[in-house]
């Protein structure tokens, strides 16, 4: 298992990060410790959270019962020392979180103290912002995104006020480094200029979907991610699933994602049929798992921090896990390429 540095940190992650939020809702207690417990003991020290957690569905019954699901697992393991643990402070919409209310530096204070309450941990290891109060384009929202409608005279002094709340929070001990999640180019470089500007917290890394369907990252994104260090934490490298070939003609496969989530955040659309196809036939052509070959092909990526993978069943994960074994050769990589260039963006 490689290894590698957030950002500009001396924290040290596995290429492979666990996942989380199906615990609580598609996975029970016992099921998350497993996959903690064997994720660990395979080389993966990165887990991955959110105070929004679990998804599977997203409900005020269940948010916030992954995160204490973790803190179960400390608090029982001792195993903190051997973790480094991220979690996410939710943005504005969901009226069961602080009533809907955007992220205001009152908001991160509290939402930093609750999860080290429901984590049972001194300190958070990188604590992200999942959403940005102006709106942004992931999630299928690039069909109408339209960043004219945002208000140019809040934007910057809304960033400004929850990095110094952040910045604050690492004074205290509380977190180690910040992060962003769902995020532009542009927003990630004005924190980046804030905090140069007012000796505040550089970003380390950006956490955003990347899958052999959803390539957005390639471009402009990589660029800053090279020249400022900022590495990408890719959520979704199965693009919810997707790329497993399970979904393929129609099918839902009974407790899938697929049957809880309906069209999984829009990516169940007849667009991808084509393309994930063809990375399910490139995959069975040289012997390799769909799953593994959509996480090695994320972790070829040169500005990958780490890929987020998730599972339900123990078999999921060892596939998940063992694709960082993989190298994927050049005619593979090849073909890959020949593919997107067919298909550049089906979801």
């Known amino acids: 298992m490689r290894h590698t540095k957030l950002g500009r940190t001396d924290i040290d992650v596995s290429q492979i ?25 395979h080389g993966v020290n990165f887990f ?27 608090a029982t393991g001792g195993k903190r020392d051997k973790i480094v643990l991220a979690t996410k402070i939710a943005g504005s919409g969901r009226p069961y979180i602080r009533e809907g209310q955007p992220i205001t530096a009152k908001a991160v204070h509290q939402a ?22 102006r709106g942004h384009y992931h999630f299928r929202q690039a ?52 905090a140069e500007e007012r000796g505040l917290p550089r970003v380390a890394t950006v956490q955003n979907e990347y899958n052999l369907l959803y390539r957005t990252h390639d471009l402009d994104m990589a660029e800053l991610s090279y020249h400022e260090d900022v590495g990408l934490l890719a959520y979704s490298p199965l693009a919810g699933g997707i790329l497993s070939g ?16 309906g069209d999984i955040g829009g990516r169940l659309a007849p667009q991808q049929q084509a393309p994930t196809q063809a990375y399910v036939d490139l995959a069975h052509a040289h012997g390799i798992d769909p799953s593994a070959l959509a996480i090695a092909f994320c972790l070829t990526r040169p500005f990958m921090a780490a890929a987020i993978i998730g599972a339900t069943t123990m078999e999921q994960l060892k596939v998940n ?27």
Request: aromatic share 8%; with cysteine.
């Open 143 to 194: 069909w109408n995104y339209d960043p004219t409608k945002q208000d140019r005279s809040t934007a910057v002094s809304d960033m400004a006020e929850k990095l110094e709340a952040l910045g604050e929070c690492v004074k205290a001990g509380k977190i180690r480094a910040i992060g962003l999640s769902n995020e532009t180019t542009w927003g990630t470089q004005k924190f980046l200029s804030l």
């Open 48 to 74: 991955d959270t959110a105070e929004l957690y679990p998804t599977t569905p997203l409900s005020a019954e269940t948010y916030t019962l992954t995160e204490s699901i973790i803190g179960n697992w400390i």
């Open 112 to 133: 930093v103290d609750a999860s080290l309450a429901r984590l049972k941990t001194d300190y958070i290891d990188l604590f992200q912002i999942h959403w940005p109060n």
């Open 321 to 347: 896990i063992g694709a960082a074994d993989i190298v994927l050769s050049d005619e593979i990589l090849k073909e890959i390429a020949r593919i997107h260039r067919d298909y550049p963006m089906p979801i």
């Open 246 to 261: 399970k979904y393929l003609d129609g099918r839902k496969p009974a407790g899938s994602r697929g049957t809880i989530n």
């Open 17 to 41: 990060c666990l996942g989380t939020m199906t615990w609580g809702s598609q996975n029970t207690q016992d099921e998350a410790f497993a996959q903690m417990d064997y994720a660990l003991d």
